[in-house]
């Protein structure tokens, strides 16, 4: 499996950005993906989840209520709509898979790096 994703960049406080997360090999029937972040010296947090035939969500905390995580099943591809961010959002965000009714995030795409400025 292959997962590539996409669409970091540079944007100022309380803008938006949409990242994407290509998967191909998979078909995603019942398995999760999700998206974490990984900024230098600080654990790996996780922070959107989706299991793509229920549709089911779960968010951290810290992103709660500003990013949506949202699975086009026809593309093979989850996104993060990420609106009202904060400098503190700045970080490599890195999507992940597991298989179909697992419950590890086996396999891992390369990250986009998100800057935002104040």
């Known amino acids: 499996f292959q997962l590539q994703a996409s669409g970091g960049g540079l944007v100022q406080a309380g803008g938006s950005l949409r990242l994407s997360c290509a998967v191909s090999?998979?078909?995603?029937?019942?398995?999760?993906i999700a998206w974490f972040r990984q900024v230098p010296g600080k654990e790996r947090e996780g922070i959107a989840c989706?299991?793509?035939?229920?549709?089911?969500?779960v968010y951290s905390d810290s992103v709660k209520g500003r990013f949506t995580i949202a699975s086009d099943n026809a593309k093979n591809t989850v996104y993060l709509q990420m609106n009202s961010l904060k400098p503190e959002d700045t970080a490599v965000y890195l999507c992940?898979?597991?298989?179909?009714?697992?419950?590890?995030?086996?396999?891992w795409g390369q990250g986009t790096e998100v800057t935002v400025s104040s």
């Open positions: 090999g998979l078909t995603f029937g019942n398995s999760a």
């Open positions: 989706i299991v793509s035939d229920s549709d089911d969500t």
């Open positions: 992940a898979a597991t298989l179909p009714g697992g419950a590890s995030f086996r396999y």
